[in-house]
C-alpha cells in the first residue's frame, strides 16, 4: 500500500496511478481514493453538465449502478481500476486547461476561423475553413479546440486515420472508448456515438465540437459518418473541416458533388481564404513579434524589416516564412557569436537556409564577418 505524500493535483495523482498500474499488485491507497473521489465530486459540483450518467459511460467506461456503489463505498469489485480512468481523464482536463496561450497570435485570419468555429457550435453545424498553407489555421483551430475543453478535439488527420475505421478509432481512443483488435467500425461508431450523446444529454448540455485538420485526406465514408454524428438528434455533434483549397474542390467538383451533397448542404459556417488574397502587416507584425519575445528580443524591429516580412507572407507559405526567417536569423547569428537585429540584410541573408531566394546583393555577411553563405551547421539546426 502506499504510504507517501497523498498527491494534491489531477496531474499528480495521474502520476502515481500510473506507477500503480504498472504493478498489479500495488493498489491504490485508502486516503488516494477518496482524494480522487473527492477531486470527481468537486468538478461535478462546479459544472452540473458533469452528470453521473457521463462519468459512468464516457470516463470510467462502467455502468450507471457500478459508479453508484463506488460513489457509496459498497462496490467488491476492482474499484482501482476505474478511478484510474477517472484519473487520467482529470489530467487530461487540466492540461488542456492550463496550455500555455503564447504560442498562439489573434491574427485577423485566426479571427474569422475562430468565428466559423463558434458558429458551428453554437448551432449546432457543420463548419468548412479554407485556407493557404501557413496562414495560421492550424494554430486557431487548436486554440479553439483549448478554450473548448473537453467538449472538443482537434484531430490533425492524414493517411493513418483516413479511413471511417482510423477515424472512429482515433475518436474511440480520444473518448476514452475502449478499442481493441476486434472493434469494428459498428461497434466503435455506437460507442462514439453513445458517449457524445452523454455530453449533450438530450440538449441539456453544449454541444460536442469534432474539429479536423487536413480534412482533404478523409476518405468519403470517414466525412460522412462525422455527418452521421451531426445529423444524430441525440448527438448534435458540431464538426468543422479544415484544409487548403483541395478541401473546397473536392466537396465541389463533379464526382464530389453525388458523395457530399448532403456534407454541403449542412455546411452553415465557411471561411474560404484564396492562395492569392493579402496577408494584413498588423497580422505579420503580431506574428513577428511573438516570434522576438520567444527569442528573447525585446525590442521591436525596424519598420524596413517588418516591411520585408509583410512582403515574404504574400508568397507560398505565408506567415510560416516569417517564423523561419526570424529563427534562421537568430540561430546564424548564435553561431558566429553576434547579436541579431534581424535587419532586411539579415533577414535576406538567410534565406537560402529556409528554401528562399535572396533579393539583395551581399558584399559581405551582414553578421559581422565575411562569408558567401551562413555556416552548415546553422543551416542544419535551421533545417
Known amino acids: 500500500m502506499f504510504t507517501s505524500n497523498i498527491p494534491q493535483t489531477p496531474l499528480e495523482l495521474m502520476r502515481e496511478a500510473v506507477m500503480a498500474g504498472r504493478d498489479t499488485e500495488r493498489p491504490l491507497s485508502v486516503r488516494q481514493r477518496q482524494q480522487i473521489l473527492h477531486d470527481l465530486a468537486e468538478l461535478q ?113 492524414g493517411e493513418a486515420i483516413s479511413t ?51 480534412a482533404t485526406t478523409l476518405r468519403a465514408r470517414a466525412k460522412n459518418m462525422l455527418r452521421n454524428l451531426h445529423d444524430d438528434p441525440a448527438v448534435r455533434c458540431a464538426v468543422v473541416l ?33 492562395v492569392d488574397e493579402e496577408i494584413a502587416a498588423e497580422d505579420v507584425r503580431a506574428v513577428a513579434d511573438s516570434i522576438l519575445k520567444s527569442l528573447d528580443c525585446k525590442r521591436a524591429l525596424h519598420r524596413d524589416s517588418y516591411k520585408f516580412l509583410h512582403s ?8 510560416r516564412n516569417v517564423a523561419y526567417r526570424l529563427h534562421a536569423v537568430h540561430d546564424v547569428a548564435g553561431e558566429v557569436g553576434q547579436a541579431p537585429t534581424y535587419s532586411v540584410a539579415e533577414l535576406d541573408f ?11 546583393r551581399h558584399e559581405a555577411a551582414p553578421f559581422g564577418r565575411p562569408a558567401k553563405r551562413p ?8 533545417a
Not at 56 to 81: E, H
Not at 194 to 208: I, M, N, S, V
Not at 312 to 319: V, Y
Open 45 to 157: 459540483a462546479g459544472q452540473p453538465d458533469l452528470t453521473n450518467v457521463f462519468l459512468a459511460r464516457s470516463v470510467l467506461r462502467c455502468s450507471r449502478s457500478t459508479w453508484s456503489l463506488i460513489q457509496a463505498g459498497k462496490y467488491r469489485g476492482d474499484i482501482d481500476r476505474y478511478l484510474r480512468r477517472a484519473v487520467q481523464w482529470m489530467a487530461d482536463r487540466l492540461a488542456r486547461a492550463e496550455a500555455p496561450q503564447a504560442d498562439y497570435v489573434p491574427t485577423k485570419i485566426g479571427r474569422y476561423i475562430m468565428k466559423v468555429c463558434q458558429r458551428a457550435w453554437s448551432v449546432p453545424t457543420i463548419g468548412v475553413v479554407v485556407t493557404p498553407s501557413g496562414a495560421g489555421k492550424t494554430a486557431a483551430l487548436m486554440e479553439y479546440a483549448r478554450r473548448r475543453g473537453d467538449r472538443a478535439q482537434y484531430i490533425p488527420a
Open 164 to 214: 471511417m475505421q482510423g477515424l472512429i478509432s482515433e475518436l474511440a481512443g480520444r473518448l476514452h472508448v475502449p478499442v481493441t483488435t476486434r472493434s469494428t467500425s459498428a461497434t466503435l461508431y455506437r460507442s462514439v456515438r453513445d458517449a457524445l450523446a452523454d455530453y449533450y444529454a438530450a440538449g441539456k448540455g453544449d454541444p460536442f465540437v469534432i474539429i479536423v485538420d487536413e
Open 242 to 274: 479544415a484544409d487548403t483549397a483541395r478541401l473546397n474542390v473536392d466537396l465541389n467538383n463533379r464526382s464530389g458533388r453525388a458523395l457530399y451533397e448532403q456534407l454541403r448542404s449542412r455546411s452553415g459556417a465557411q471561411f474560404l481564404m484564396t
Open 312 to 319: 515574404l507572407a504574400q508568397a507560398e507559405g505565408k506567415l
Open 350 to 360: 538567410v534565406a537560402d537556409l529556409v528554401g528562399g531566394k535572396r533579393q539583395l
Open 375 to 382: 555556416p552548415a551547421d546553422a543551416a542544419a539546426k535551421v
